[in-house]
C-alpha cells in the first residue's frame, strides 16, 4: 500500500493541471483500478507511467490484449503503428510509442501471472529484434540520401540476452555490426563499405538510443566487438574471421 501511495503521489504531481488525464480516470473506472494494481505492484511500470504518462491511454488496450504474440502479430502491429508516417522523427515516435505499448502489454500480463519468465523473455527479444529490425531499415533509408552501397550484405550479431533469447525488461542489447564485400573487391570499395556501414551502424544506434518524449528505447552495447571499445564500430566479415583466429581471448568465444 505504502508503495502504491509513493507512486500515486509521484504520479498526479507528474499530471499536474492536465485535467483531461484526471477525466478519463473517472470516466473509466477499470482503468483507475489498473493503475492502482500497477503503482502497487510495479516500480518498473509505474516507472514508465509515471515518466510517460501519456501511455495511459494504452494501459486498458494492454490488459486486453492477448498475452503471448506471435512473431507475425508483433510485425502486424508494428505496420500498423508506423503506416503513414513521412520524415524520420515521425517514424521514431512511432517506434518508440510502439515498443513502449508492447512493454507495458508484456509486463501487465507478467504482473498478472499470465506469462512465465521465460514466455516474458522470449516476448522481450522478439520485440527487441523487431525494432532493431525496423531501425535498420530506416537507417540505411538516411544514409543512402547521400552515399550508398546497399547491396552489400550487413549483418547485425546479437550476443548477451538478446542473443539467447533471453531479454529482461532492463537488458542492453549486446551487437556486433559486420559487412562484407566481393573477393576481388579493389581498396576503394573496401573503404568506401566500411565508411558506409560505420554510418548506417551509428544513425541506427541514434534511432533506438536517443531520448525522445514518446518514451524510453534501448540502451545498445557495443563493447563485445572485436578489440572492444577500441576497436572500429563496424568489421568486415574477413576482418572478423581474422580476429577470431589470432587474437580473441578465451572468454571470447564461450
Not at 19 to 29: M, R, S
Not at 80 to 86: D, G, L, N, S, V
Not at 173 to 194: T, V
Amino acid at each position: 500500500p505504502d508503495l502504491g501511495l509513493v507512486h500515486l503521489e509521484q504520479f498526479v504531481s507528474r499530471i499536474g493541471p492536465r485535467t483531461g488525464f484526471y477525466a478519463t480516470l473517472k470516466e473509466n473506472p477499470s482503468l483507475r483500478k489498473l493503475l492502482l494494481q500497477i503503482f502497487g505492484a510495479s516500480r518498473l511500470l509505474s516507472s514508465l507511467l509515471i515518466k510517460h504518462f501519456q501511455l495511459l491511454d494504452s494501459l486498458i488496450d494492454a490488459s486486453q490484449a492477448f498475452p503471448i504474440k506471435t512473431k507475425k502479430q508483433f510485425e502486424i502491429s508494428l505496420n500498423t503503428a508506423i503506416q503513414e508516417k513521412i520524415d524520420l522523427d515521425e517514424k521514431m515516435e512511432a517506434l518508440r510509442h510502439f515498443k513502449n505499448e508492447e512493454f507495458l502489454r508484456i509486463g501487465f500480463h507478467d504482473l498478472a501471472g499470465k506469462l512465465n519468465y521465460l514466455q516474458v523473455s522470449y516476448q522481450l527479444s522478439l520485440l527487441a529484434e523487431l525494432c532493431l529490425k525496423q531501425a535498420l531499415t530506416w537507417a540505411k533509408e538516411e544514409v543512402n540520401k547521400s552515399f550508398s552501397l546497399s547491396d552489400l550484405p550487413f549483418a547485425i550479431i546479437a550476443l548477451g540476452k538478446l542473443g539467447s533469447h533471453e531479454t529482461a525488461y532492463h537488458s542492453d542489447l549486446d551487437l556486433i555490426f559486420i559487412y562484407d564485400y566481393p573477393l576481388k573487391a579493389d581498396i576503394s570499395l573496401q573503404q568506401n563499405a566500411h565508411v558506409y556501414f560505420v554510418k548506417v551502424a551509428q544513425r541506427l544506434i541514434s534511432i533506438l538510443t536517443l531520448p525522445h518524449i514518446a518514451g524510453p528505447g534501448y540502451k545498445i552495447d557495443t563493447r563485445l566487438r572485436p578489440s572492444g571499445r577500441f576497436g572500429p564500430l563496424v568489421v568486415s566479415l574477413q576482418a572478423f574471421k581474422d580476429y577470431y583466429l589470432n587474437q580473441a581471448q578465451p572468454w571470447e568465444y564461450q
